[in-house]
């Protein structure tokens, strides 16, 4: 499975971005994908998951309200649409794509895209 995240820049606080994650491969394998992020310093953390079915969605407390993850299963795409955008939301995000665990449960990144958020 290969993924490949678009959509980073630098925006100024209160304005919005949205991310893309395109997934090609095999993709049948993956049960749940998600969004990831690392700051400088800090440890990569999770930020949005959405499962491939029942679309059932997760989100950290931090981003509750200005994050929306989605996706549109016809052209593999996962999307991450963030409002509101604060200076702590300056990261590198990661797209991640989670391995059924009965197929052996691997975990696949993408190469990240730089999100600032500064004034």
């Known amino acids: 499975v290969q993924l490949v995240e678009s959509g980073g820049g630098l925006v100024q606080p209160g304005d919005s971005l949205r991310l893309s994650c395109v997934a090609s491969?095999?993709?049948?394998?993956?049960?749940?994908m998600g969004w990831y992020r690392q700051a400088p310093g800090k440890q990569r953390e999770l930020v949005a998951a959405?499962?491939?079915?029942?679309?059932?969605?997760f989100y950290a407390d931090s981003v509750k309200g200005r994050f929306s993850i989605s996706r549109d299963a016809a052209k593999n795409t996962m999307f991450l649409q963030m409002n509101s955008l604060k200076a702590e939301d300056t990261a590198v995000y990661y797209c991640?794509?989670?391995?059924?665990?009965?197929?052996?449960?691997?975990?696949?990144w993408g190469q990240g895209t730089q999100v600032t958020v500064s004034s």
């Open positions: 959405i499962a491939m079915i029942g679309q059932k969605t």
């Open positions: 991640n794509g989670k391995e059924s665990p009965t197929l052996g449960g691997r975990d696949y």
């Open positions: 491969g095999s993709t049948l394998s993956i049960n749940a």
